[in-house]
């Protein structure tokens, strides 16, 4: 991997994706050969929103590959609460590691941060915007399901302001896919995000409704809908409740569909489903591990 | 001359901005800094029809020529633009604007959830796109009134 940064899935090329899949299978068949492979470094997390999968995968990551984390802890305790500038706060913590991972609620923050440190600095979210390294395990999970070329792929919930669609739907523009954008009017793909599946001349599709589609997908990727979009509960209540799926709405689909959802899902996915083959999503959770911890030893300069 | 810009007096030194879209003359005044107190002659011709802009701008300043930077602001707004450089009443150079691949500093970014919105010690940069700016921070396209996010 030739980058210096990871900002957005938008810079990952196939052949990027597929060095770090590969190098992720290798560490999940035998994690023990990773364990003492960066054992002096340490990784800079800087989480200005909350987060639990994210922080504690790249926590685990780093510490299985022999390393440490020093943690910037919440916003509340931090100097961010004293008026610094994300700029600041990034090149003083720069000094204390060897590579950043950085969440935070405005887009284009990753970007911004990136150039004022010298150190890899991961995105792990910012605001609407993108987050590559779930795009990551994202990719792992489907390939492991499913195959990564001539998949038809359902990607459903909230599509404007959902981060890792946003990614996915990018990262996935690589490889031979067919992909199906299930949402509600309002919350229908950004224009960027439009902009750059049509020039990279991505054959996508806009649905207002699953049914008609669902049998033909390999992998239906559930996302969640937030009360906040909407301006009151029962419009909320009103445009959710079709968007969730349960097992008997699955006994329509292929046997082979994975389910996939970043998580935390709320209820737009039944736990009934949790017990069927389908599912993916705890499994997909559990994918972040090897998949940040490929990244991180490609980012920190792991010979292969 | 045209018969448009002859809505307007002639002017024996300075700059004709020529097929600015309808209404925009006063944003064009805007990216020049240009606000009366200068003291610079100007004249407008304002919705003035166009063949091939429908109803066109016109914005004719005295004793001034534009800087690149000038002309790669204008371009966001006046893509179709000709600039005509006039010295003792005569058009001594005519040319077409020419849309950066950059700009740096000079709109904000739409998306007011950008972090180019807060206090952060960056420019604005945008790359400029066929019909639109996009930030390079956020990935935000502005198509609409790119005019209203100028901060010059």
Redesign the interface.
């Known amino acids: 991997m030739r980058h210096d940064h990871i900002t957005s899935a938008k810079q990952l090329s196939r052949a990027d994706i597929e060095g770090v899949l590969d190098r992720a299978s290798e560490i999940a068949a035998d994690p023990s050969a990773y364990a003492d492979r960066h054992e002096d470094a340490l990784l800079g997390l800087m989480f200005f929103e909350p987060s639990t999968r994210t922080k504690m995968s790249f926590s685990a990551a780093m510490k299985r590959l022999g390393g440490d984390i020093v943690d910037m802890g919440p916003v509340d305790s931090s100097s961010v609460k004293k008026g610094e500038s994300l700029a600041d706060t990034v090149r003083v913590v720069e000094g204390y590691a060897d590579a950043l991972v950085m969440r935070h609620p405005s887009e284009g923050s990753a970007q911004m941060a990136s150039e004022f440190v010298d150190v890899p600095l991961i995105n792990a979210g910012d605001g609407a915007g993108q987050h590559p390294t779930q795009t990551l395990l994202d990719l792992y999970t489907i390939r492991e399901n499913a195959g990564l070329d001539d998949l038809t792929i359902g990607i459903m919930g909230d599509l404007k302001y959902g981060r890792t669609v946003h990614s996915l739907a990018y990262a996935l523009t690589n490889f031979e896919t067919r992909q199906h954008f299930i949402s509600p009017e309002s919350l229908q793909l950004p224009r960027n995000v439009r902009y750059d599946l049509h020039e990279q001349g991505s054959s996508i599709k806009e649905h207002t409704e699953l049914d008609g589609i669902l049998p033909s997908l390999d992998v239906l990727y559930v996302t969640r809908i937030q009360k906040e979009r909407f301006p009151d509960e029962d419009e909320y209540q009103k445009v959710a409740g079709q968007y969730q799926i349960d097992s008997e709405l699955l006994e329509n689909t292929k046997d082979s569909l994975t389910v996939m959802h970043p998580l935390p899902r709320v209820d737009e996915i039944a736990h009934d489903v949790d017990d069927t083959d389908h599912a993916a999503y705890f499994e997909q959770a559990h994918n972040g591990v090897p998949v940040r911890m490929a990244l991180l030893d490609a980012l920190l300069g792991g010979d292969r | 001359m045209t018969d448009e810009e002859l809505r307007v007096s002639k002017i024996e030194n300075g700059t004709v901005i020529d097929h600015i879209p309808g209404s925009q003359a006063l944003n064009v005044l805007a990216i020049l800094g240009i606000d009366g107190t200068g003291g610079e002659t100007v004249s407008i011709g304002m919705n003035v029809p166009s063949d091939r802009l429908g109803r066109k701008d016109v914005v004719k300043v005295e004793d001034r020529e534009l800087s690149q930077s000038e002309v790669d602001v204008l371009s966001l707004i006046a893509p179709a633009a000709t600039i005509n450089i006039i010295r003792g009443f005569e058009v001594v150079e005519k040319h077409r604007v020419e849309r950066p691949e950059t700009v740096t500093g000079v709109l904000q970014?739409s998306?007011k959830?950008?972090?180019?919105?807060?206090?952060?010690?960056?420019d604005s940069r945008f790359e400029v796109l066929d019909d639109g700016v996009?930030?390079?921070?956020?990935?935000?396209?502005t198509?609409e009134n790119i005019a209203a996010e100028l901060l010059i």
Do not use: G, K
């Open positions: 970014c998306n959830h950008c972090i180019t919105a807060e206090d952060e010690p960056v996009r930030c390079v921070y956020c990935d935000s396209i198509r």
